[in-house]
């Protein structure tokens, strides 16, 4: 189930996460050490949500695909429509999370928006108080675990804010580009900010990479600057 918003929020179903190819994955390293995200996101946070909850991920996803693999040989398709669920959520996981760790930065590398993400962002909700304020809200309102995300829409040509249930990758068929992704499952904040998704929420601004963030707007529009 997705969830977006250009200021009301619509939803759209999303298919099934299907494997592709049937190649092993592997944990991707981190552009940055554990503690450089420090005093945002402890560097204990860091590991254990990369070494341990991204790695699970991993794992999963390609136990699910060895078994898909398995049903697809002998043709059971009761089996392969059972393993939908574990490449959802596995493979959603990681895919999320190899995307969420170069949306983020050393506090002392952030820069604000610049170049066409920064005119659309003022374009669309005026100033990015407002965008980082409407984005709070609605990462504050999911619902147990999942993310909350800046995307482009292809099809209104414009960014808009989505949320996702539980590892729900935003996927090709929703038209929606992420651009920047937020974990708000606990394990990505309870350490230091214990129940407090929304004091999480205030401090993760310092450390998003906005160059990341423009770089993915450029591709996903085909502006140059």
């Known amino acids: 189930m997705l969830r977006h918003s250009l200021g009301t929020g619509r939803r759209a179903a999303a298919p099934a996460l299907l494997a592709r190819g049937m190649q092993t994955i592997t944990l991707p390293g981190l552009p940055y050490d554990y503690g450089a995200l420090q005093p945002v996101i402890s560097g204990e946070i860091m590991e254990l949500h990369h ?51 170069k949306m ?5 590398e952030y ?5 066409a993400l920064e005119q659309a962002i003022e374009a669309d909700w005026g100033a990015l108080d407002a965008l980082v304020a409407q984005f709070n809200a609605k990462a504050a309102g999911v619902q147990g675990s999942g993310w ?58 310092k450390v998003v990479n906005w160059k990341e963030a423009g770089r993915r707007y450029r591709e996903a529009t085909g502006s140059g600057v």
């Not at 794992?59 to 898909?68: D, F």
Request: charged letters at 20%.
């Open 148 to 205: 909350a995300w800046l995307a482009f829409s292809k099809e209104a040509k414009r960014t808009v804010i989505a949320t996702t249930p539980n590892q729900d990758p935003l996927e090709p068929t929703s038209g929606l580009v992420p651009l920047l992704g937020i974990d708000v499952w606990e394990h990505a904040y309870y350490l230091q900010y214990k129940n407090a998704r929304p004091d999480y929420l205030k401090e993760v601004w």
């Open 111 to 115: 820069e604000p928006p610049s170049g």
């Open 51 to 101: 070494k341990k909850h991204h790695q699970a991920y991993v794992n999963g996803a390609n136990k699910a695909m060895e078994q898909l693999a398995e049903a697809q040989r002998k043709g059971d398709v009761a089996k392969m429509i059972e393993l939908q669920g574990a490449l959802r959520f596995n493979g959603g996981g990681h895919l999320n999370h190899s995307m969420f760790w």
């Open 104 to 108: 983020l930065c050393p506090p002392k």
